[in-house]
């Protein structure tokens, strides 16, 4: 698919979709790609019709990126028109989880349901990383991808991932932690009125659960799960659990305030 010229990838499950209502769209987080949801794509299109996108510049996406979460958000938007869907519900792990904060805000009227994934209100970037990703592209993604997981990850993930986050382009990652850095929804991320579950590992250490729990004390109605033996990429990490979590969220007509 082209949009403004540009050659926008994607992935959906189903040869026969559902209806719009049971479309979810996943976002990735700063360098991520189709890979970061691999996890995901057999278990949601068994009862629902998944779509992972690959925002600009991202995998087989063409584009630079972007530097602010709201021009992501728009470019989602645009892929929604291109696709013909006006209500869909979204699945953001980090980054992606401040695009669909940005959306739910923003956008209301096009979204269902929203699940944050290991994510904040605002989401700051140390200068290690922010300025170690052009100083130093390999000893950084190699600490970004050793922050991303439990101690307890396997090498054969983690190694995955490392060679995954070394196909995005420095200055592409770069634009990705500099829009995360600017993200700052603290005093507006209470006026999010739509069903959200926000889900973190146990054992973020990029997003410590602290940040869950702000956005769960804050959107009227959320429902958090914290789940053990994961780290900032729990949907990689504890699949299983993860799958089983999210997609109940997203297939009950109705879903109560935890207590």
Same mark, same amino acid.
């Given at each position: 698919?082209?949009?403004?010229?540009?050659?926008?990838?994607? *992935?959906? !499950?189903?040869?026969?979709?559902?209806?719009?209502?049971?479309?979810?769209?996943?976002?990735?987080?700063?360098? =991520?790609?189709?890979? #970061? *949801?691999?996890?995901?794509?057999?278990?949601?299109?068994?009862?629902?019709?998944?779509?992972?996108?690959?925002?600009?510049?991202? =995998?087989?996406?063409?584009?630079?990126?972007?530097?602010?979460?709201?021009?992501?958000?728009?470019?989602?938007?645009?892929?929604?028109?291109?696709?013909?869907?006006?209500?869909? #519900?979204? &699945? !953001?792990?980090?980054?992606?989880?401040?695009?669909?904060?940005?959306?739910?805000?923003?956008?209301?009227?096009?979204?269902?349901?929203?699940?944050?994934?290991?994510? !904040?209100?605002?989401?700051? &970037?140390?200068?290690?990383?922010?300025?170690?990703?052009?100083?130093?592209?390999? =000893?950084?993604?190699?600490?970004? /991808?050793?922050?991303?997981?439990?101690? @307890?990850?396997?090498?054969?993930?983690?190694?995955?991932?490392?060679?995954?986050?070394?196909?995005?382009?420095?200055?592409?990652?770069?634009?990705?932690?500099?829009?995360?850095?600017?993200?700052?929804?603290?005093?507006?991320?209470?006026?999010? =009125?739509?069903? /959200?579950?926000?889900?973190?590992?146990?054992?973020?250490?990029?997003?410590?659960? @602290?940040?869950?729990?702000?956005?769960?004390?804050?959107?009227?109605? #959320?429902?958090?799960?914290?789940?053990?033996?994961? !780290?900032?990429?729990?949907?990689?990490?504890?699949?299983?659990?993860?799958?089983?979590?999210?997609?109940?969220?997203?297939?009950?007509?109705?879903?109560?305030?935890?207590?």
């Amino acid at each position: 698919m082209r949009i403004n010229g540009e050659r926008v990838h994607y *992935w959906a !499950g189903r040869d026969h979709p559902l209806g719009e209502e049971d479309c979810v769209l996943f976002i990735h987080g700063a360098g =991520g790609g189709q890979y #970061s *949801w691999s996890s995901q794509k057999a278990f949601f299109e068994k009862h629902l019709t998944p779509i992972i996108l690959e925002l600009p510049g991202h =995998g087989e996406s063409t584009g630079e990126g972007e530097e602010e979460i709201g021009r992501y958000a728009d470019h989602i938007v645009s892929f929604l028109r291109a696709m013909r869907l006006s209500k869909v #519900s979204l &699945v !953001g792990h980090s980054m992606g989880g401040a695009i669909a904060q940005a959306l739910a805000l923003t956008r209301p009227e096009m979204i269902r349901k929203i699940v944050l994934v290991g994510t !904040g209100a605002r989401l700051r &970037v140390v200068p290690m990383i922010l300025n170690g990703i052009l100083e130093d592209f390999e =000893g950084t993604v190699r600490k970004i /991808t050793r922050f991303a997981f439990s101690r @307890k990850v396997s090498p054969v993930l983690f190694e995955r991932s490392l060679s995954d986050l070394r196909r995005c382009r420095p200055e592409v990652l770069h634009r990705d932690f500099l829009a995360c850095n600017r993200f700052d929804l603290t005093a507006e991320v209470e006026r999010i =009125g739509l069903p /959200t579950l926000v889900v973190c590992g146990d054992e973020d250490e990029m997003t410590p659960l @602290k940040y869950s729990e702000f956005l769960h004390h804050r959107i009227k109605g #959320s429902r958090l799960e914290v789940l053990p033996n994961a !780290g900032h990429m729990v949907m990689m990490e504890v699949p299983q659990a993860f799958n089983e979590k999210v997609g109940t969220f997203l297939v009950s007509p109705t879903f109560a305030e935890n207590s």
